[in-house]
């Protein structure tokens, strides 16, 4: 029987390349060159599936240009916010992703942006970069501790949760808001907010951990910043557009907001400029889930899925019906 064709998008680690090649007539972009709308359609006539990632935008116009032999769209990526689901489902195409296998080193990315912000890291990173330290100052360079401060987590799933046990062992207060109160053995303590905008006015750190939805999106803005306490610091692990980044610049240039720490940003690589201007703002290129253990499993996970659907089974990550 001959192996299911996939086209694979992006470069992915070199043993999960290996599998993919193994079991699957698979046409690799071992370039790495990023394809636009008409290489996909182009490169996928004749192919099952498709293996993709949050660079490739999946939307309605490019489901309706794919071949109809394309059953399954597997994503490397536990966001799948860069594929439109009606559209998908619409044409009977499976959506599957990756949840899971990132959440520990997301949760560590959290952590490295909490304490980069909380602790000014990007000015004073380039105070030594500039040759600008001279001397040791008692008075100098003042950090906020996190040590007894409340973090507001901004939807409590798996990263959510991993986020908030780190954060516990730095001695945090932990709150949450989520569309649903969790278990009490998912909550550890954690004190459940039935609006975000309570959840806003208790975070001394708020924690950006939602899926971006249309409810989501530009949910950290101008009225919601404002009912945080002052002095707070701003994380996103999450997605971009959850922030309004007008609204964060300049909370952050006036020190209403005392720092932010973003890993994902609106419009990804080409990120609003003025941050880079923000000496207390702590930026890392999207970097949540870049390890190698981690982006292996990703690609490992990402393939269960093909290897589930092309033996007529429900992938176990199925997102939609
Ligand atoms: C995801 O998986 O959604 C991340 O943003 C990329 O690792």
């Known amino acids: 029987m001959s192996r299911p064709r996939i086209l694979v998008t992006r470069k992915l680690p070199g043993d999960v390349e290996a599998r993919a090649a193994r079991d699957y007539d698979a046409l690799l972009n071992t370039g790495d060159r990023l394809l636009n709308r ?127 046990a780190r954060a516990r062992a730095f001695g945090m207060e932990i709150h949450y808001h989520s569309r649903h109160r969790v278990a009490p053995e998912l909550e550890e303590g954690a004190f459940y907010h039935a609006d975000s905008a309570s959840l806003f006015r208790v975070s001394d750190v708020l924690s950006v951990h939602c899926a971006s939805t249309p409810e989501t999106r530009g949910l950290v803005n101008r009225d919601t910043l404002a009912l945080l306490p002052p002095n707070a610091i701003i994380v996103n692990t999450a997605r971009g557009d959850i922030v309004d980044d007008e609204a964060l610049i300049e909370a952050l240039a006036s020190r209403r907001i005392a720092a932010a720490g973003l890993d994902v940003f609106n419009n990804e690589p080409n990120f609003h400029p003025g941050y880079l201007a923000l000496s207390n703002a702590f930026l890392l290129p999207h970097l949540g889930s870049a390890t190698l253990e981690t982006r292996n499993a990703m690609g490992f996970r990402a393939l269960d899925n093909l290897d589930a659907f092309f033996a007529g089974k429900t992938p176990p990550d199925r997102v939609n019906k």
Not at 123 to 136: D, E, P, Q, R, V
């Open 38 to 164: 008409d290489d996909i359609v182009a490169r996928a006539q004749g192919a099952d599936g498709l293996l993709v990632t949050v660079t490739d935008r999946i939307d309605a116009a490019l489901l309706a240009a794919l071949p109809v032999s394309i059953r399954i769209v597997s994503t490397f990526s536990v966001g799948y916010d860069h594929i439109d689901i009606p559209a998908a489902t619409a044409r009977g195409i499976a959506v599957t992703n990756t949840p899971d296998v990132l959440t520990g080193a997301t949760a560590e990315i959290a952590l490295l942006l909490m304490l980069g912000a909380a602790r000014g890291a990007t000015s004073a990173i380039s105070t030594l970069h500039n040759g600008a330290w001279n001397k040791w100052s008692p008075t100098g360079m003042l950090g906020i501790e996190l040590s007894g401060k409340r973090l507001g987590i901004l939807g409590f799933g798996r990263i959510g949760r991993a986020t908030a």
